[in-house]
């Protein structure tokens, strides 16, 4: 697997790694710098992720910067760019995938109560 693609499958087995993560693993396991990753590799990194669900209450404190007028409504364009500052530069198809997944009402604002249930697997 080309290490330019580990971020997005890893996500998209909702793993929720940062870029700063995922660096540190591929410093390990792309260690020579090849560009590539073996299967077993690939693996071995899914091994290390932490895949323990945040609470609720962790979740609308990670997003609570984002709710300057404290109702709930969160700007995506404000959390892109704040993800970018903070060294989480998203693809044009992270970007397009991000807000489709949040944006549940095509208004260009998440809303604290669809972020929870996103991040919070329903019981089983």
Same mark, same amino acid.
């Given at each position: 697997?080309?290490? @330019?693609? #580990?971020?997005? @499958? ?6 929720? #790694? *940062?870029?700063? =993560? ?6 390990? +396991?792309?260690?020579?710098? *090849? ?6 590799? +690939?693996?071995? /990194?899914? @091994? =290390? ?13 990670? $997003? %609570?910067?984002?709710?300057? %007028?404290?109702?709930? /409504? ?19 198809? =992270? %970007?397009?995938? $991000? #807000? *489709? ?10 809303? /604290? &109560?669809?972020? *929870? &249930?996103?991040?919070?697997?329903? %019981?089983?």
């Amino acid at each position: 697997m080309a290490v @330019a693609d #580990v971020g997005l @499958a890893m996500r998209a087995m909702g793993a929720l #790694v *940062t870029g700063k =993560e995922i660096r540190i693993l591929l410093e390990k +396991y792309d260690s020579d710098r *090849t560009g590539k990753i073996s299967q077993d590799d +690939y693996i071995n /990194m899914l @091994a =290390e992720i932490d895949w323990k669900p945040d609470s609720p209450d962790e979740i609308r404190e990670a $997003f %609570s910067p984002f709710d300057k %007028s404290e109702d709930g /409504m969160l700007d995506l364009e404000e959390m892109k760019h704040v993800l970018q500052r903070i060294g989480e530069t998203l693809t044009p198809e =992270e %970007s397009a995938n $991000f #807000v *489709t997944m949040i944006d549940n009402y095509g208004d260009g604002f998440a809303r /604290m &109560n669809d972020l *929870t &249930n996103l991040f919070i697997p329903p %019981s089983q």
